[in-house]
């Protein structure tokens, strides 16, 4: 492992964490609203697995089969970054009272793992697009983190980034022979899933803003 990073458990996967992301963030969480603050402490447990997990889908695993892997290691170097500024905002806030099991979410998020490679591309993609869906309204100026513009910043920029892997991965399973059709079908897949995974969080999802996860099934995600 190189010099600047050390190993770091996580919650559901093991990763590298480099040095410099491990610095005190200056966050203004003391300024959300406590009802607001409980529930981004429930949700932050699956943000924080989705994120490991996608160290490993962007990793070293894909590093042989694409002209790109430097370009995919930066991603897994994003998503790195992002479980750190998770880790230290969660931190500041409340312990979670109602976080889904860590290990049925490690379970889940390693069944995207698939040997497939272009059905692991499509699923990585889903899974970044609902992360996108889920920050989008805790991003918006008027939403529930307005108080915390600090807060808002850091989970805007987490979102801008996760946009652009939601495009990367697509473009690697169609270079791999995915169709639109395969993509949306693999994407119905995994909201669905994610549908009982959610279930834990749907209450603190809904007062977060992110209305349309706190339903029994997820519907057809709109565009990052």
């Not at 603050?37 to 089969?65: I, K, N």
């Not at 899933?193 to 603190?204: E, I, N, W, Y």
Request: glycine residues 4%; aromatic residues 4%; proline residues 7%.
């Amino acid at each position: 492992m190189p010099a600047s990073t050390r190993a770091n458990a996580g919650l559901c996967f093991s990763r590298p964490r480099p040095a410099s992301a491990i610095a005190p963030v200056p966050l203004d969480s003391q300024a959300i609203p406590a009802e607001v603050a409980q529930a981004l402490a429930d949700t932050l447990p699956f943000l924080l697995c989705g994120e490991e997990s996608a160290v490993h889908a962007f990793g070293r695993r894909l590093a042989g089969y694409f002209d790109s892997a430097a370009a995919l290691q930066a991603i897994a170097d994003d998503e790195i970054r992002h479980a750190a500024w998770l880790e230290r905002l969660s931190a500041d806030l409340p312990a979670p009272t109602s976080a889904p099991d860590p290990e049925r979410m490690a379970g889940f998020f390693r069944r995207l793992l698939t040997r497939d490679l272009a059905r692991h591309f499509a699923h990585i993609a889903a899974l970044d697009l609902v992360v996108c869906d889920i920050l989008r309204p805790l991003t918006a100026s008027a939403g529930a983190l307005s108080s915390a513009p600090l807060v808002m910043a850091g989970l805007r920029a987490i979102r801008q980034d996760e946009a652009r892997h939601v495009r990367v991965a697509r473009d690697c399973a169609r270079a791999l022979g995915f169709d639109a059709a395969r993509l949306r079908e693999a994407e119905a897949e995994v909201r669905q899933s994610l549908a009982g995974l959610l279930a834990p969080v749907r209450g603190s999802l809904a007062r977060l803003g992110a209305r349309a996860f706190a339903a029994v099934e997820l519907p057809t995600a709109a565009h990052a």
